[in-house]
């Protein structure tokens, strides 16, 4: 084989590895479509955005201060389902802080995955994106904290583990300016 060949052979090779990957996170976020990607993010100390829904069982939720912890999350997102325990440990670890998670997706995808993982909290179904859009969600999993003026104090940032976050919500929660 000569170097052309070669290096031709190398090239298709590593393009071949790009595009599988660029489909597997496609795949992965393909919910989050929709979203208002390219918006700017919300800020800490901005004042949140009421959260009105049903939830799963059609009851009424209302998020306007905290302290809360709103995760938004979609069910084929790897990281969401892998947090799902941790989160619910906190929610019940803590029990003055409230825990909404806002699925990407329709209410029968959602209901299944809280089944699979035990999400004994608030939850709903936000396929049409209604939620997301006016917290202008990008990514996922993404948690954010609400104080009790509802003002956002904690955003997780995109890539940051869940551990990491917990840890900064759980230090922020415990502080004495969010209750």
Sequence with gaps: MTRRELVNCATGVLLGVAL??????????????????????????????????????????????????????????????????SWQAFAERLGQVRVVRVSADGREQTSTFVRRHGVGFAVVADAEHRVLGKYRVSYVPLVVLLDEEGAIRFVQRYGQRTAEALAEVERLVSGPSLR
């Design 20 to 85: 599988g990957a660029a489909v597997v996170v496609l795949r992965e976020n393909r919910s989050m479509g929709r979203v208002l990607l390219g918006q700017k993010p919300l800020e800490i100390g901005q004042r949140a955005p009421a959260l009105v829904a049903l939830d799963l069982e059609g009851r009424p939720v209302e998020v306007k201060s905290g302290p809360a912890v709103l995760i938004f999350f979609n069910t084929t997102c790897g990281s969401c389902a892998e947090s799902a325990a």
